[in-house]
């Protein structure tokens, strides 16, 4: 039998629209939520342009991922914290980074992108109560920010997406069964 690339474009297309692939994702538990990661593609993305990012940050002495912040979280605030920290990443660092090199503007969208449909599922947990947020994880968040803050925009975004690796283990490595 003989497709024709038209007809594999639309099978692909509608796999992509009922959402096939991220049943193909790594199914990791925070708290009460489950969620499909692709953590593959995460750390491939990351990967093409670490070395790149890394070499641009130039506060090798300041942390916004620090290993306390990232320590001890609750198992039912998982979800909360993760949640937080991809908004953090959506809003505050890939919507004011401005690479000047085009794969580097890609793998950062593609990471933006990966990161926002995570954050869809977590809203939906959060929606029905499932993702707790205490005083503790706000506090967390707000550390985080701040470092942040305290930072001009380049260096910021810059130190942020070079510490993206100290997330993509806390993802992998904290998930809760």
């Given at each position: ?9 639309l ?41 790149t ?7 090798s ?15 039912l ?6 949640r ?10 890939f919507?004011?980074?401005?690479p ?7 793998r950062?969208s593609?990471?933006a992108n990966?990161?926002?449909s ?18 503790e994880?706000?506090?967390?968040i ?14 910021a ?21």
């Open positions: 039998m003989k497709f024709s690339g038209s007809f594999l474009y099978v692909a297309l509608a796999l992509l629209v009922h959402g096939v692939p991220a049943a193909m994702g790594r199914r990791l538990h925070f708290g009460k939520c489950v969620v499909s990661v692709q953590i593959h593609e995460l750390r491939e993305y990351f990967s093409e342009i670490r070395k990012i890394v070499g641009e940050d130039g506060n002495g300041v942390r916004l991922l620090k290993e306390h912040a990232m320590k001890n979280i609750k198992p605030e998982s979800c909360c914290f993760l937080q920290l991809l908004r953090f990443y959506v809003e505050s660092v919507n004011r980074y401005t000047k090199d085009s794969q580097i503007r890609r950062t593609s990471l990966s990161f926002l995570i954050n869809r599922d977590l809203r939906q947990c959060n929606a029905h109560l499932h993702c707790q947020c205490d005083e994880t706000k506090k967390r707000e550390a985080i920010q701040s470092t942040f803050e305290k930072l001009d925009v380049s260096a975004t810059v130190k942020a997406i070079g510490e993206l690796d100290y997330l993509l283990d806390w993802i992998e490595t904290h998930h809760h069964h």
